[in-house]
């Protein structure tokens, strides 16, 4: 009993530090005009609800979700602002 606790403490840390503040995909364009902010706001909450679901689905994906979580919240925002037109900016070498 002891050991759950401690594995449920240390989950519940992963979580809260896996959140952190809201994720601005690396796309090109302007970032502060009002339409790319109405994009991001509706790809930030439909892809963290849909990943939400697919981590809710089965116990173990749950389980693992403080891991998996985050970068599959960040891949789906990502599919989906270029799903709305915006361009990937590739990454400096």
Known sequence: MQSFRVLLIVLALLGVSACGGPYDPPVAGDHTTEKYQ??????QSTSTESVR???AATLERWVISPFT???AVRAA???CMQG??????????
């Open 38 to 43: 109405a994009d991001l706001e509706k790809c």
């Open 53 to 55: 679901l697919k981590n």
């Open 69 to 71: 979580g985050p970068p």
């Open 77 to 79: 925002i990502r599919t």
């Open 84 to 93: 709305k037109g915006y361009t990937l900016e590739q990454a400096e070498k």
